[in-house]
Each structure stands twice: as structure tokens, then as C-alpha cells.
T-cell receptor, first 109, second 113 residues
Framework: GESVGLHLPTLSVQEGDNSIINCAYS??????FIWYKQESGKGPQFIID?????DKRQGQRVTVLLNKTVKHLSLQIAATQPGDSAVYFC????????FGAGTRLTVKP | ETGVTQSPTHLIKTRGQQVTLRCSSQ?????VSWYQQALGQGPQFIFQ???????GRGNFPPRFSGLQFPNYSSELNVNALELDDSALYLC????????????FGPGTRLLVL
């Protein structure tokens, strides 16, 4: 069946470096994608979204890239900070929201 | 803060019991979606309510039911609790009329013994 998945379960980066979190999706009909950040004990927090008619969208220190040809989504975080440590989920919205399993980002000081 | 609140924050029940979880949506939102998040996994869609009507359902049995009130707050009811129902239950509010973005509450952690 259709699924959203992440390439890596964990990612460790040095403070100040850039982080890249990847996500693969399989439902070619999905037209809306979202990245969420979830800190321990909290609900997911919206970071950035992108529609299928775009291939790149930038926010504050974050960029989402969408490659529809290979059904791949990535989240880039510039100058990663300790406060960025969390689990990051990609989700695709096609009538219902489907989340991947998440990638745990750890930022080393 | 998203303005989405959930109650209670934590709950302990025993197998076979019934539970009701509550969610208040963000001001101006008319849509509430419920998710179950098992430990170490991503949220799984249970169902969505839009303007007091069910507007989509995930792969959950009928003992998971819900409703939405005229003020757009919502309840999730689970009957005949099973051990595997232990999870974090999240609600997210949105306004389907204007934007698909869903904003999550802090969740209710349910433990079934």
C-alpha cells in the first residue's frame, strides 16, 4: 500500500552545521507535504509545507525540497542549533494526513 | 503555542473500559482530526470532523468513535479498551475552507493496563 517513510531514523550534527533530513513517499497523487517537529512530551509543531506545483520553499533557516520524479522530500536546516534537537516527521496530505516514522535529530554542542 | 488544547493530559484505564478524550480547536478553525501515536512511531490518522460531520476515517475499528460540537470542539471515544490502545492521542485543528495546515495540541497520553 501507499506509505510515507524516512531514510534514516537518527541524525547527529554539530551545532552550527547544516542538517538535511530526507523522506520518501509513494503516493504519486499526493499534492501537499508538510514537515513537523516534535519535542519530547509535546505535540507535533508545524515547520513548513510545500505543494506539488513547487519544488522548493524557504522559511526561516529551513528549506523544503520536493522531487516528484523520485518521490522524495527533504528538509534542510541551516546553522543547526541545540533547540533544533527533536524528532522530525514528514507527512503527505491526500484526503488524510499520513506521517512517516520520524527522524531523531541530535545537535552536539 | 497553537491554541489547541486537550484534556486530560494523562489517563490510566484497564482493559475493557471506555474512555473519552477532549479537544478544543484553535479559534476560527472548523475541522478537527484525531491521531494515535504509539511510542517511537509517527501519528496514525483515526478520523476527521468537519463542521460536525465525519469527513474521513483511517484504518481503526468502530470502537473508536467521535463527535464534534457546534463550537467545533471534539471528543474521541474508545470502547472496550485493549492494551494496544496505549498511546499518545493527538488532535489537530484546521480550517478546511481556507487552509489544509493542521495545528496539533499537546496530546493525551493513555495507558491501558
Amino acid at each position: 500500500g501507499e506509505s510515507v517513510g524516512l531514510h534514516l531514523p537518527t541524525l547527529s550534527v554539530q551545532e552550527g552545521d547544516n542538517s538535511i533530513i530526507n523522506c520518501a513517499y509513494s503516493n504519486s497523487a499526493s499534492d501537499y507535504f508538510i514537515w513537523y517537529k516534535q519535542e519530547s512530551g509535546k505535540g507535533p509543531q508545524f515547520i513548513i509545507d510545500i505543494r506539488s506545483n513547487m519544488d522548493k520553499r524557504q522559511g526561516q533557516r529551513v528549506t523544503v525540497l520536493l522531487n516528484k520524479t523520485v518521490k522524495h522530500l527533504s528538509l534542510q536546516i541551516a546553522a543547526t542549533q541545540p533547540g533544533d534537537s527533536a524528532v522530525y516527521f514528514c507527512a503527505e496530505n491526500n484526503n488524510d494526513m499520513r506521517f512517516g516514522a520520524g527522524t531523531r535529530l541530535t545537535v552536539k554542542p | 503555542e497553537t491554541g489547541v488544547t486537550q484534556s486530560p493530559t494523562h489517563l490510566i484505564k484497564t482493559r475493557g473500559q471506555q474512555v473519552t478524550l477532549r479537544c478544543s480547536s484553535q479559534s476560527g478553525h472548523n475541522t478537527v482530526s484525531w491521531y494515535q501515536q504509539a511510542l517511537g512511531q509517527g501519528p496514525q490518522f483515526i478520523f476527521q470532523y468537519y463542521r460536525e460531520e465525519e469527513n474521513g476515517r483511517g484504518n481503526f475499528p468502530p470502537r473508536f468513535s467521535g463527535l464534534q460540537f457546534p463550537n467545533y470542539s471534539s471528543e474521541l471515544n474508545v470502547n472496550a479498551l485493549e492494551l494496544d490502545d496505549s498511546a499518545l492521542y493527538l488532535c489537530a485543528s484546521s480550517s478546511l475552507d481556507t487552509d489544509e495546515t493542521q495545528y496539533f495540541g499537546p496530546g493525551t497520553r493513555l495507558l491501558v493496563l
